[in-house]
């Protein structure tokens, strides 16, 4: 387990689908070249989640990918993930601090500007910023950003010298990912748009190409 210190540009996360189990899309995201896989399995029971993250955790390891666990802190300690994810309505990102230590990465959820400043004062290693436009995997959505949100929001980092990775997250398509990645994010976070694809391996191979291609 290790703390990683700059973030993935492509963050994938799972989510359960009529096709595809956490631990095929987890798999599918890898062959595809991802490194860094958040297990999501919002309202489900943690003894339903520890079997899932074992499968998701043994995958990342065997491609030397980070393996995020979303929401419950104490599970990603007992199983040494290199990280917990942590929305706006779980555990306060300086008591998973506390409980973890210093050597996991911890991500919080942001939406605002002022999310950001409470997330960086709180120790977070990176933002998982947006909805960036509508998506059906999440619940109780906060307001949609766009490309000006996100120029805003970044705006207002550099001016209050806060300096901390930012993954846009919500609703990208690989044809949103030139524009997106313009306005100065760190790297993006998709689900639906590998998963939904017909061949959801190369999607995940285009996707890392359109990121790469942005960067240049």
Known sequence: ????????????????????????????????????????????????IEPVALKVQALCRQY??????????????????????????????AEARRILGGSFIIGGTANTFEDIRMHHAAGADYIGCGPFRYTATKKNLSPILGIEGYMDILGQMRKAD?????????????????????TGVGGIALSGAVLSA????????KIIRLVQGSCQ
Not at 9 to 27: G, K, L
Not at 162 to 182: K, N, R
């Open 1 to 48: 387990m290790r703390r990683v210190t700059v973030m993935a540009q492509i963050q994938f996360i799972t989510h359960h689908t009529e096709r595809y189990s956490h631990p095929d899309a987890a798999r599918m995201a890898l062959e595809g070249g991802c490194r860094w896989v958040q297990l999501r399995m919002k309202d489900t029971p943690v003894e339903e």
């Open 64 to 93: 030397e990918a980070t393996f995020i666990i979303d929401d419950h802190v104490e599970l990603a300690g007992k199983l040494h993930a290199d990280g917990v994810h942590l929305g706006k309505n779980d555990m306060p990102i």
């Open 162 to 182: 806060i300096h901390l990775p930012v993954v846009a997250i919500g609703g990208i398509t690989a044809e949103d990912i030139p524009a997106v990645m313009q």
């Open 198 to 205: 017909h061949q959801p391996v190369e999607e995940m191979k």
